[in-house]
């Protein structure tokens, strides 16, 4: 079975601070996703990656950048943390962008104080 | 709005019963995915129907499309308590537009 570990179930950060969060999948896929998940407004598209050191903006990107330096790792930045980026986030892999199944790790639920 | 719309929102059913949750969307697509979510947790891909697809089964879960109506729907069959969870409407062409999900609580 696909197996995509995110690094954190729970974090706490304060606002203004450089947040990292780390995504590590362990089925060689090329796409690696990252998407935001709030109450009423379903999963939104920030960033996925279709290579190493290759990137596209999703619905979303702006206070975030992302980073792929291996394969199997996809690690999500917020630059400056606000409150507004208080949410659950959910990365997600799959052998092809948008027409087979995504594999999604449990989630990150970072609060911003 | 260019997701798709689960209707209904929520859903109670008996342990036993089926269970049937209807998507409706409105832009074109190449395919239209459903997946599961347990609470606080990610979320699992169930089915992948393609637009030239009808109708898929995987075990007690059923999904239909009509391309002609813009509409799907999945079937849950003989519900059990572990199905309790949310599921999602996924709509796929150049990207995949999530919809907000149907909650559904299977009572024991």
């Not at chain 1, 999963?43 to 199997?72: A, H, T, W």
């Not at chain 2, 849950?76 to 796929?92: E, K, N, Q």
Request: proline residues 2%; charged residues 25%; aromatic residues 8%.
């Amino acid at each position: 079975d696909v197996k995509v570990t995110q690094s954190s179930r729970y974090l706490v950060k304060r606002t203004g601070e450089k947040v990292f969060l780390e995504c590590v999948q362990d089925m060689d896929h090329e796409n690696m996703f990252w998407y935001r998940q709030d109450p009423g407004l379903g999963l939104r598209l920030i960033y996925f990656s279709y290579d190493v050191k290759m990137k596209e903006k999703g619905d979303i990107p702006e206070g975030y950048s992302v980073s792929r330096e291996k394969k199997e790792r996809f690690s999500l930045i917020l630059e400056s943390a606000s409150t507004n980026q208080t949410s659950m986030y959910l990365c997600a892999s799959a052998v092809s962008q948008f027409d087979q199944p995504q594999h999604f790790g449990d989630g990150t639920r970072l609060s911003i104080l | 709005s260019q997701q798709g719309e689960e209707d209904p929102q929520a859903l109670s059913i008996q342990e036993g019963e089926n269970a049937t949750m209807n998507c409706s969307y409105k832009t074109s697509i190449n395919n239209l995915q459903w997946y599961r979510q347990n609470s606080g947790r990610g979320l699992v891909h169930l089915i992948l129907i393609r637009s030239n697809e009808r109708e898929k089964h995987s075990g007690r879960l059923r999904v239909t499309l009509d391309t002609s109506k813009k509409s799907s729907s999945l079937l849950i069959t003989a519900s059990r308590a572990a199905d309790t969870a949310s599921y999602f409407c996924v709509l796929g062409n150049e990207k995949l537009t999530f919809g907000t999900g149907t909650r559904l609580t299977i009572i024991p």
